[in-house]
Each structure stands twice: as structure tokens, then as C-alpha cells.
T-cell receptor, first 114, second 113 residues
Framework: AQSVTQLDSHVSVSEGTPVLLRCNYS??????LFWYVQHPNKGLQLLLK??????LVKGINGFEAEFKKSETSFHLTKPSAHMSDAAEYFC????????????FGKGTKLSVKP | KAGVTQTPRYLIKTRGQQVTLSCSPI?????VSWYQQTPGQGLQFLFE???????NKGNFPGRFSGRQFSNSRSEMNVSTLELGDSALYLC????????????FGSGTQLSVL
């Protein structure tokens, strides 16, 4: 069975400081992993995805994530937080041979202080 | 290009009633997936339709059903509503091939009183 665990339900940073959102995965196969962001009253937007082409994945809005098989981790980072980054972030795994069936983590709410 | 459109945006029902939610995918997309989002359970997969056929199904009771029309628009129906069905229902569309990214709508917020 596949699953993802987001290690922090809430992360608070100051504007201009680095962001680290942690995610561990469990998968019997080489996983497809994603990070989505959800702003209040809006749908989910794909930040980036890992599909085994490269372990360091660059996404939109300056976010990136590194796939570490030995640690079964897929942490999301950004060098410098912006006020507009305040949102909820979801780490997601897609089972093999599946398309629309995504397994979501519980989410991490990111707050950015001025 | 219009995004994924879900209607209505908000809905209030009472226990025992039934409800139908609608999702219009991005033009050309043939796959529509539905998710339920609640504070307690997070985001959970309901089902996926591709070319009018249910392709995957999550672990929800039979009160939750869906269908997809020939124009790829999809509807989701919940019968005999329970208080616990109060949630944000999200749909996502894609071209339907492995590896394709999913595009999400803004959701329908259902409140059951």
C-alpha cells in the first residue's frame, strides 16, 4: 500500500526566510510524487512532480523538492518565503498504473509573518 | 482556455436528502476524478471516470455515485445525506493518460444540516 506522511501540520516562517515542508512516503514501487498547494477558497494547484527523471525537482514560484530514496522523503523547500506563499500544502503519491487516483497527505499549513 | 468548473459553489441540504454536484472539465480532457475534503479526514479519492466509464473507485459507501456524459462532463450524486457528508467536494480533470497532471476545480462546499 502507498501512503504519504506530512510531518508538520503547521509551519510558520518569517518573510524572506527559507521554507521547509517535510514529507515521507511509503511505496512498494518506484513512486510518482507530487506537491500541491491550496490557497483559501481556491482549488488545488500543482507545484511540482517527481517521476524518476531527476531527484531534484524544480517547480513553480521558486519551490523545489528532493527525492531521497534512502530516507523515503520528498521534502519541499523554498529559499525565501513570500507573503503570497501562505497556503496549505499537500504531499501526494500516485499508485502505479493509476491516473486519477491520488493519495494525499494530511496537509501542512504554511503561515508567513511579515 | 477555461479551467475546471464546478457548480454550484455552495450548497445547503438537510439530512436524508440527496444532492447532485456537477463538474465540467477542461476542453479535451476525458478523465474526471472526484475527491472529498474534510478537516478530519483530509482529501480522499471518491472515483474516476474516463470516457464515460468508471475507472477507479475509492472506499466510500454506495450512497456516493457518479457518472460521466459523452461531452466528458461529470456529475456526482450523494443520496440519503448524513451530517458527516458535509465537505468540500473537488473534481479534477486530465487527458487521462498515465503521468498527465490533474487540474482541479474550486470545489463545491456542501453543508448538511
Amino acid at each position: 500500500a502507498q501512503s504519504v506522511t506530512q510531518l508538520d501540520s503547521h509551519v510558520s516562517v518569517s518573510e524572506g526566510t527559507p521554507v521547509l515542508l517535510r514529507c515521507n512516503y511509503s511505496s512498494s514501487y518506484s513512486p510518482s510524487l507530487f506537491w500541491y498547494v491550496q490557497h483559501p477558497n481556491k482549488g488545488l494547484q500543482l507545484l511540482l512532480k517527481y517521476t524518476s527523471a531527476a531527484t531534484l525537482v524544480k517547480g513553480i514560484n521558486g519551490f523545489e523538492a528532493e527525492f531521497k530514496k534512502s530516507e523515503t522523503s520528498f521534502h519541499l523547500t523554498k529559499p525565501s518565503a513570500h507573503m503570497s506563499d501562505a497556503a496549505e500544502y499537500f504531499c501526494v503519491v500516485r499508485p502505479p498504473q493509476s491516473q486519477g487516483n491520488l493519495i494525499f497527505g494530511k496537509g501542512t499549513k504554511l503561515s508567513v509573518k511579515p | 482556455k477555461a479551467g475546471v468548473t464546478q457548480t454550484p459553489r455552495y450548497l445547503i441540504k438537510t439530512r436524508g436528502q440527496q444532492v447532485t454536484l456537477s463538474c465540467s472539465p477542461i476542453s479535451g480532457h476525458r478523465s474526471v476524478s472526484w475527491y472529498q475534503q474534510t478537516p478530519g479526514q483530509g482529501l480522499q479519492f471518491l472515483f474516476e471516470y474516463f470516457s464515460e466509464t468508471q475507472r477507479n473507485k475509492g472506499n466510500f459507501p454506495g450512497r456516493f455515485s457518479g457518472r460521466q456524459f459523452s461531452n466528458s462532463r461529470s456529475e456526482m450524486n450523494v443520496s440519503t445525506l448524513e451530517l458527516g457528508d458535509s465537505a468540500l467536494y473537488l473534481c479534477a480533470s486530465s487527458l487521462g493518460q498515465p503521468g498527465e497532471k490533474l487540474f482541479f476545480g474550486s470545489g463545491t462546499q456542501l453543508s448538511v444540516l
